[in-house]
């Protein structure tokens, strides 16, 4: 049908609804000019009419009267001798298939697993909940499902509405999902960090995606968080869930994903261990089980330099965990222990699991079954421990599951002669790594360049030990040294004025060979372990050290 009118608070089961092309919501009184205007001015070949009782009569009435070809879909149609030349039929056939009737109702009960190889030096019992398994593929579908429904509820997201949040993909999903089957518009916003995988499929489902830096501050114009804001204040009818602050974020696995836990592992569990981004599945998740019973230990999983374990919120690589600032939706009360994580063994583990156990994990899951492992060694033969899997590795092909990627952050090494040993010959005459800040001044970058005899310096923002992500430029002698000659008041200036691009990098455990294919196109390199720069590699040192092999 063209356009499905709903009359007052009635919900048109699922099949009804999909049908339609449109569905528009009246009033129980009456069905306004306005509305039938509306309808008209879209030429409709069938207006459904779905509601109860004479209410649903008298709109279905309305409607006919104005030349509009009616069918009434009631199953208590009262005023029956009114409906003269309008067709009535069952919302539902009589006899249904036994099938869900959306995508959503799919949502939960996701299984538990051993995993035996994986665990095979604990005591006691390790287990995975597969949240992967979930119809958009993670975790997130639950407060999803769970938000848009508290929203519609409360009349804060009305029909042709629009969806704002920020997200790293998997809410976004889920939240994809219900606009799909709910007729909403969708606008997400996303941190530059996320696999490009997750942009494209958030595209895929219709939804716009707009990327923003990572490297800001969360109260900055352009973050990610600011910019959401923005847009929810912008455009019209829209809502904005704000799962970092949603309590129907944390409520839906209260009511759910813990339930299910304490049913599956019938009331024997004894750790539960889960990454913290909002909190809300670790709060809810905690709350519940507590509630059956307090002796049980509530585990967060958290990146290295995110704030739950206490770092400052300091760049990391692993995605949709961690956080550089405190939700609401976060409960510590709830929380026994938070287990740091770095992000070399959130992606070891990650692809450990995928070759042992045959379940292709994001690097989030890794970081839970690391911290897993480690609560497990403590742990003697009673321990049921399960570590909750948020996503599959399928989002995550062009990172943690690509080698290449993975060597060029200096997560893999090969055999033979690497950068590290080029690093290494060089000596330690000089500091590890020799930088600016953006806020200093031109002179001070030139003083450094020949206290250490170098020719060009990363801009950092940040202390060592550094991130990638903290590199925002890098200077070169020759380039400063010019321009000061030609303007002496350069010096002056800050350095975030004439910076350039940062260097290139290269993974400390790359060839040699591939370090002097990167010096071909670049007067130096950094170098990164494990996502962390360590040092530069300049022409000069590949000569060197080729020279005295």
């Known amino acids: 049908m063209d356009v499905l009118v709903v009359v007052g608070d009635a919900r048109p089961p699922e099949r009804l609804a999909a049908r339609a092309r449109r569905i528009v919501h009246v009033a129980d009184d009456a069905v306004d000019p306005g509305s039938i205007g509306d309808l008209r001015a879209h030429i409709p070949r069938e207006v459904g009419v779905f509601g109860t009782g004479v209410a649903a009569t008298r709109a279905a009435v309305t409607l006919h009267e104005a030349g509009l070809p009616v069918v009434l879909y009631s199953d208590d149609v009262a005023g029956a001798e009114r409906l003269s030349g309008i067709a009535v039929r069952r919302p539902q056939p009589a006899e249904r298939v036994p099938a869900a009737d959306s995508l959503l109702d799919l949502v939960g009960d996701t299984p538990l697993v051993h995993l035996h190889r994986t665990g095979r030096d604990l005591e006691g019992q390790l287990l995975a ?7 958009g593929g993670s975790v997130k579908d639950r407060p999803a499902v769970a938000m848009i429904d508290a929203a519609e509820r409360e009349g804060r997201l009305r029909p042709g509405g629009t969806i704002v949040e920020p997200t790293s993909g998997n809410t976004g999903v889920g939240l994809a999902i219900v606009a799909a089957r709910r007729h909403y518009r969708c606008v997400f916003v996303m941190p530059d960090k996320i696999a490009s995988e997750k942009v494209a499929l958030l595209r895929a489902y219709g939804a716009e995606v707009i990327v923003c830096p990572t490297n800001v501050a969360p109260d900055d114009p352009e973050s990610y968080y600011s910019v959401s804001n923005r847009l929810a204040a912008e455009i019209p009818g829209a809502y904005k869930p704000d799962q970092y602050h949603n309590p129907a974020n944390p409520l839906a696995h209260e009511q759910s994903t813990g339930p299910e836990l304490w049913r599956q592992t019938e009331g ?32 967060g999983a ?31 009360s709830v929380v026994d222990r938070v287990v740091e994580v770095s992000d ?33 060694r403590e742990l003697g033969p009673d321990a049921v421990v399960v570590a909750l899997l948020p996503d599959s590795g399928r989002g995550y092909l062009s990172k943690v599951y690509d080698d290449g990627w993975m060597a060029d952050f200096g997560f893999l090494r090969a055999s033979g002669q690497t950068a590290g040993d080029l690093l290494t010959a060089k000596g330690a005459d000089l500091p ?4 600016v800040h953006p806020d200093e001044r031109v002179r001070e970058a030139i003083a450094l360049f020949r206290e250490y005899s ?41 350095v975030s004025e004439v910076q350039g691009p940062p260097l290139a990098t290269v993974g400390i455990g790359e060839p040699v060979g591939l370090v002097v294919e990167r010096l071909e196109a670049a007067p130096a390199v950094l170098v990164l372990d494990a996502g962390h720069p360590v040092g530069i590699l300049t022409r000069a040192d590949a000569l060197s050290f080729l020279s005295g092999r």
Not at 432 to 435: E, N, Q, S, W
């Open 432 to 435: 590890a790594l020799v930088h």
């Open 129 to 135: 909940k597969l949240e992967m398994l979930n119809p």
């Open 268 to 299: 024997r569990i004894t750790h539960f261990v889960a990454g913290i981004g909002t909190g809300g599945t670790i709060s809810g998740v905690g709350r519940y089980l507590k509630a059956q019973d307090p002796a049980v230990q509530i585990v």
């Open 302 to 332: 958290d990146p290295e330099g995110s704030v739950y374990s206490g770092g400052s919120g300091r760049p990391y690589l692993v995605e949709g965990i961690g956080e550089d600032f405190w939700p609401t939706t976060y409960d510590r």
């Open 454 to 494: 170098v020719s060009q310096v990363p801009v950092v923002k940040a202390e060592p030990p550094l991130v990638a992500a903290e590199v925002v430029g890098a200077v070169h002698e020759r380039d400063l040294l010019d321009r000061a000659f030609r303007d002496p008041l350069v010096l002056d200036r800050p």
């Open 344 to 376: 070399g063994h959130s992606f070891a583990t990650a692809r450990r699991v995928a070759r042992e156990e045959g379940i292709l994990i994001g690097g989030s899951g890794g970081t839970a079954v690391w911290a897993a492992l480690q609560v497990g």
